[in-house]
């Protein structure tokens, strides 16, 4: 079964944009790092009507995966480690979420790759 992984990031405040961009930078090789990875998408969050809630996010990150099987691919894959690693730095991750969903088969037929 096709599953999606959406994560929803809020970075610390005492980081510089430079190391929020060079860790984006790093984290969008996940892609070509790991072939398992598909519909890959990343990009900044549209803030809502109140952006100081805690509910509010600043970042996203999308992409699926075909199988639970290159689920497991996946997290035994040594670059999404090293990402995380790095992550740890420029994320809060007390106000960052995760989750993976079950795709629909026609859901997972017709999703294409989007730009980050």
Same mark, same amino acid.
């Given at each position: 079964?096709?599953?999606?992984?959406?994560?929803?990031?809020?970075?610390?405040?005492?980081?510089?944009?430079?190391?929020?961009?060079?860790?984006? !930078?790093?984290?969008? *090789?996940?892609?070509?790092?790991?072939?398992?990875?598909?519909?890959?998408?990343? @990009?900044?969050? +549209?803030?809502?009507?109140?952006?100081?809630?805690?509910?509010?996010?600043?970042?996203?990150?999308?992409?699926?995966?075909?199988?639970? !099987?290159?689920?497991? *691919?996946?997290?035994k894959h040594p670059y999404p480690e090293l990402v995380y690693?790095? @992550?740890?730095? +420029?994320?809060?991750?007390?106000?960052?979420?995760?989750?993976?969903m079950v795709l629909s088969a026609k859901a997972a037929a017709?999703?294409?790759t989007l730009p980050s």
């Open positions: 079964m096709p599953i999606r992984h959406i994560v929803l990031i809020n970075w610390k405040q005492d980081v510089s944009q430079d190391e929020i961009d060079a860790w984006i !930078e790093f984290c969008d *090789r996940i892609p070509e790092e790991c072939p398992m990875v598909r519909n890959w998408s990343s @990009g900044p969050c +549209v803030t809502g009507p109140d952006p100081d809630k805690t509910s509010s996010h600043q970042f996203a990150i999308m992409f699926d995966l075909g199988s639970d !099987e290159e689920w497991i *691919r996946y997290l690693v790095g @992550g740890m730095k +420029v994320i809060d991750l007390d106000r960052t979420a995760s989750t993976n017709s999703s294409t």
